[in-house]
């Protein structure tokens, strides 16, 4: 037997936490870097939290989507300007992603092409306080940051078990204000974590492995973690997306989206991720109506390697599956991940957001390339087989009957 855990050295998950920012930042440091976009500093919420830090402070308002590196430039020069010692981000995954970069070139210096790939960090950042106002990328405990650089084709990540938060402030209450696009795309990018991680392909590994790597293949923990996540967002992605006011909802989501990061920081991602990389780049569109649209096509090219973890996830998010075979339960589950999302408004196919047919085999052997997630794809990995994937998910073509919107169960 051989298990890994990693994670912040606090996780607070709940309505209210947020309340306890100002005392952990002020234990962790007196030189405040504050990262959040614009967009929040606007809210009641985040501008109290804000105002309520001690200390010196400087605040970096200025994060884009996506973490283009010229944000990266001008956050560390704010972090220089107060001679940070503590980073706080408050924001969704490119908040927390910048705030990440930021407080590793803070500590080891040079740039973010230093430390591209996995395990470059060479040793521990100064303290990041992560506070997350979406559910959401996981962000605020996994071992990654996801950068854009102008000079490469795709998005490139920095994967160190270095760059884990040290506090993760998980308050459902400030994602209320998500509204209903951002929800939507966040929240299907978790259950994509939660269902990559469980149907990713296991992968044996030695003892040096859990130090040298950060991604580890799934695992019994992992599955745990991957079902309970899966749970929760099954029972309240739709509720979320149509009634942002929905408080159960929102804390299922917080919940969920922490309880499928800790999922994917070990097990890793997959295929839907690694396809993601081109079609983002190429389409403009965000992270998770990518990953989301692209799920179905992917667990369908892998359906002979993964039925029975299919059938598994059907009982896990509701679906009345008693009697059923495992093939039929697989088909369940599948169908009903269709009608989730459509209902939260996932384009179909491809065609839908602009692909062009031609670039589909040049964008499979690019997303063959991204190894950490590929090596996971419990389907063939290929880039004739990843060619097929994004075929099928450019004309629409599933292995079981296709979803009309007044057919299949909600
Ligand atoms: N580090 C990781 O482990 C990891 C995992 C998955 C994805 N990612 C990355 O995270 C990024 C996506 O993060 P995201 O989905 O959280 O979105 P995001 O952080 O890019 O935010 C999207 C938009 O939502 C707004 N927003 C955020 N919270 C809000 C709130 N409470 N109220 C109103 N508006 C709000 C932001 O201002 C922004 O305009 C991508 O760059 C993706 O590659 C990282
Ligand atoms: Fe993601």
């Given at each position: 037997?051989?298990?890994?855990?990693?994670?912040?050295?606090?996780?607070?998950?709940?309505?209210?936490?947020?309340?306890?920012?100002?005392?952990?930042?002020?234990?962790?440091?007196?030189?405040?870097?504050?990262?959040?976009?614009?967009?929040?500093?606007?809210?009641?919420?985040?501008?109290?939290?804000?105002?309520?830090?001690?200390?010196?402070?400087?605040?970096?308002?200025?994060a884009t989507p996506d973490v283009p590196l010229?944000d990266?430039?001008?956050?560390?020069?704010?972090?220089?300007?107060?001679?940070?010692?503590?980073?706080?981000?408050?924001?969704g995954g490119t908040v927390?992603d910048l705030?990440?970069?930021?407080?590793?070139?803070?500590?080891?210096?040079?740039?973010?092409?230093?430390?591209?790939?996995?395990?470059?960090?060479?040793?521990?950042?100064?303290?990041?306080?992560?506070?997350?106002?979406?559910?959401?990328t996981?962000?605020?405990?996994?071992?990654?940051s996801v950068l854009t650089d102008p000079?490469?084709?795709?998005k490139v990540?920095?994967?160190?078990?270095?760059?884990?938060?040290?506090?993760?402030?998980?308050?459902?209450?400030?994602?209320?204000?998500?509204?209903?696009?951002?929800?939507?795309?966040?929240?299907?990018?978790?259950?994509?974590?939660?269902?990559?991680?469980?149907?990713?392909?296991?992968?044996?590994?030695?003892?040096?492995?859990?130090?040298?790597?950060?991604?580890?293949?799934?695992?019994?923990?992992?599955?745990?973690?991957?079902?309970?996540?899966?749970?929760?967002?099954?029972?309240?992605?739709?509720?979320?997306?149509?009634?942002?006011?929905?408080?159960?909802?929102?804390?299922?989501?917080?919940?969920?989206?922490?309880?499928?990061?800790?999922?994917?920081?070990?097990?890793?991602?997959?295929?839907?991720?690694?396809?993601?990389y081109?079609?983002g780049a190429?389409?403009h569109t965000p992270h998770?109506?990518?990953?989301?649209?692209?799920?179905?096509?992917?667990?369908?090219?892998?359906?002979?390697?993964?039925?029975?973890?299919?059938?598994?996830?059907?009982?896990?998010?509701?679906?009345?599956?008693?009697?059923?075979?495992?093939?039929?339960?697989?088909?369940?589950?599948?169908?009903?991940?269709?009608?989730?999302?459509?209902?939260?408004?996932?384009?179909?196919?491809?065609?839908?957001?602009?692909?062009?047919?031609?670039?589909?085999?040049?964008?499979?052997?690019?997303?063959?390339?991204?190894?950490?997630?590929?090596?996971?794809?419990?389907?063939?990995?290929?880039?004739?087989?990843?060619?097929?994937?994004?075929?099928?998910?450019?004309?629409?073509?599933?292995?079981?009957?296709?979803?009309?919107?007044?057919?299949?169960?909600?």
């Open positions: 037997m051989l298990e890994t855990v990693r994670g912040p050295r606090q996780l607070i998950v709940g309505e209210g936490v947020a309340q306890n920012i100002p005392r952990v930042v002020a234990e962790s440091g007196s030189r405040v870097l504050i990262v959040t976009d614009r967009v929040l500093l606007g809210q009641p919420a985040v501008a109290e939290i804000v105002a309520a830090v001690r200390g010196r402070v400087e605040v970096f308002s200025d010229t990266v430039d001008l956050a560390v020069a704010a972090a220089a300007a107060v001679d940070a010692d503590v980073i706080l981000a408050v924001g927390i705030a990440k970069i930021v407080g590793v070139i803070r500590r080891h210096g040079g740039s973010p092409r230093d430390y591209y790939g996995e395990s470059r960090v060479p040793g521990p950042t100064i303290p990041l306080i992560a506070v997350p106002t979406t559910s959401g996981g962000s605020e405990l996994t071992p990654v000079d490469r084709e795709l990540g920095v994967s160190s078990v270095h760059i884990v938060p040290d506090f993760a402030i998980v308050d459902p209450e400030l994602t209320y204000t998500c509204p209903a696009g951002v929800t939507a795309h966040s929240g299907i990018d978790a259950f994509c974590h939660a269902v990559e991680s469980y149907t990713a392909r296991p992968r044996p590994h030695g003892p040096r492995d859990p130090v040298e790597q950060v991604f580890l293949g799934r695992n019994p923990i992992t599955d745990h973690y991957a079902l309970r996540a899966a749970e929760r967002i099954a029972r309240s992605l739709r509720r979320a997306v149509l009634d942002g006011g929905d408080k159960d909802a929102r804390a299922d989501m917080s919940y969920g989206s922490m309880l499928a990061g800790i999922a994917f920081s070990h097990a890793g991602n997959a295929a839907p991720h690694a396809l993601q081109p079609i190429a389409t998770g109506l990518g990953v989301g649209l692209l799920l179905p096509y992917a667990l369908d090219a892998a359906r002979h390697a993964i039925g029975d973890r299919l059938a598994t996830l059907a009982g896990v998010c509701g679906l009345d599956v008693a009697g059923a075979s495992e093939a039929e339960a697989a088909d369940a589950f599948l169908t009903w991940l269709d009608r989730l999302l459509a209902d939260i408004g996932i384009p179909a196919t491809l065609a839908d957001i602009g692909v062009a047919r031609a670039d589909l085999p040049r964008f499979a052997e690019m997303a063959g390339g991204v190894t950490r997630l590929i090596q996971n794809h419990p389907g063939p990995t290929d880039t004739a087989g990843l060619t097929a994937v994004l075929e099928a998910a450019w004309t629409g073509e599933r292995t079981r009957p296709v979803l009309t919107l007044d057919s299949g169960p909600s």
